[in-house]
């Protein structure tokens, strides 16, 4: 069975940094296209970063200069760096290929003192 795995979450301080990852398991396959999304309590799963199979990136507001979406090819792997984290960060990250629609089950991360 095909599926993205998500790791790299935790609990950070605010003003913190995480890095995530997310890799397919299960079977071989090439993904370009994703997104990063983030469930927090309460709230709809909204996009956080996405990077398109040409290398385009879009951030969202909120996160803008403080995130980063990266891919290693080689490594099939996409990562999502998270500095200068707020509170308001909180939530389930989730990475989703736009091209299989492959969710992962996503990633705990918790922005508190």
């Known amino acids: 069975q095909v599926q993205l795995v998500e790791s790299g979450g935790g609990l950070v301080q605010p003003g913190g940094s995480l890095r995530l990852t997310c890799a397919p398991s299960?079977?071989?396959?090439?993904?370009?296209?994703m997104g990063w999304y983030r469930q927090a309590p309460g709230k709809q799963r909204e996009l956080v970063a996405s990077i398109n199979r040409s290398g385009r990136i879009n951030y969202a507001e909120s996160v803008e200069d403080r995130f980063t979406i990266s891919s290693d090819n080689a490594k099939n792997t996409k990562y999502l760096q998270m500095n200068s984290m707020k509170p308001e960060g909180t939530g389930v990250y989730y990475c989703h290929d736009q091209e299989t629609n492959y969710w992962g089950r996503g990633t705990q991360v918790t922005v508190d003192s």
């Open positions: 299960g079977s071989i396959f090439n993904f370009y296209a």
